[in-house]
């Protein structure tokens, strides 16, 4: 059981080129998050999932987009990369039901650099 | 909208000392409340939570959190810390809606002195 994982663990790139971050989960989790980590900012919601097919926006969604197509996967995309997405970018999962108490299980994260 | 604050962004203690680290939150009904330990190069680990019941909430490594409505707050505590309890630490709030997202605060990183 491996949990949350994310490829790649590290990339940069140089501004204007596109690339794909994936995530996976093996623990059957309806939900799934991704989010970028800043210094002093904590962590930020970028785009988050519900279920298979269904993608919503969070906190910080402009420059990304995303898709479910299978629902242990999580894809995070940049068209266009800009210095402004140099960050680590978390992706996490968490059962739905259960109320709003339930967990988010963390991947190891993904450090990006925009050149 | 729900927001978290917590005000200390480095604490630095000496091993065998108590700790305690700051979260205050913003929100209209009752929260949600978190505690992830992030170690360095490592994603997010849940320390504890809150949702409802006994305010004084015990987690995982002998840490403990303390909801206190009349101040929103929710501080997280550990007696005597240990060089391996060095990492940053976040706040994070829920506010139920659907999807259960998280707000977090901006972190704390802790440092033990030996």
Known sequence: NAGVTQTPKFRVLKTGQSMTLLCAQDMNHEYMYWYRQDPGMGLRLIHYSVGEGTTAKGEVPDGYNVSRLKKQNFLLGLESAAPSQTSVYFCASSQSGGGPGVDQYFGPGTRLLVL | ?114
């Open chain 2, 1 to 114: 909208a729900q927001s978290v604050t917590q005000p200390d962004i480095h604490i630095t203690v000496s091993e065998g000392a108590s700790l305690e680290l700051r979260c205050n939150y913003s929100y209209g009904a009752t929260p949600y409340l978190f505690w992830y330990v992030q170690s360095p190069g490592q994603g997010l680990q849940l320390l504890l939570k809150y949702f409802s019941g006994d305010t004084l909430v015990q987690g995982i490594k002998g840490f403990e959190a303390e909801f206190k409505r009349s101040q929103s707050s929710f501080n997280l505590r550990k007696p005597s810390v240990h060089w391996s309890d060095a990492a940053e630490y976040f706040c994070a709030v829920g506010a139920g809606n659907a999807g259960n997202m998280l707000t977090f605060g901006g972190g704390t990183r802790l440092m033990v002195k030996p």
